[in-house]
């Protein structure tokens, strides 16, 4: 273990599930699959920020864990001498009360057309570029006018 700025980094994978107090998954490309749940710190919480399918191998975990409500939208996994809490059922906890990227995504994708139409008309090999305050001005009216009713 290597302290940084007062917490520890584990070097290897088994190491980092069997001290980590909570398993964060962010990759998208399971980053949790069957045989390392019994790896993880008795009592671990597990928690993603994309969809299950795509961070937890849970139909990999042992058949020896059984699953029991432990509180709303926390089930806790466990076995004879281990268990961990699964947040949100294993769904993404950024969206747990129903919150939804709704109409502020349509902000982020303007942009991005924006952004395209631009490298349309200056080419891609401008270097770096930013859409501009004239074209964000437009987005957001546009934007007001359709969702701000």
Request: charged content about 20%; glycine content about 10%.
């Amino acid at each position: 273990m290597k302290a940084a700025q007062g917490f520890t980094v584990a070097r290897d994978r088994e190491r980092a599930l069997g001290e980590a107090g909570l398993v964060l998954c962010a990759t998208g490309d399971h980053a949790l699959r069957g045989d390392d749940f019994p790896m993880l710190r008795n009592g671990a919480y597990v928690a993603t920020v994309t969809s299950s399918e795509d961070e937890l191998e849970l139909a990999g975990l042992p058949d020896s864990y059984s699953r029991v409500t432990a509180g709303p939208y926390v089930p806790r996994h466990q076995t004879t001498g281990h268990y961990f809490y699964l947040l949100n059922n294993g769904d993404a906890v950024n969206f747990l009360h129903g919150a939804a990227v709704g109409p502020f995504i349509f902000l982020v994708q303007a942009e991005i057309l924006a952004g395209l139409a631009m490298l349309a008309r200056v080419g891609w090999d401008a270097g770096m570029r930013e859409v501009g305050t004239s074209d964000r001005a437009v987005i957001a009216a546009a934007w007001l006018n359709t969702f701000n009713r």
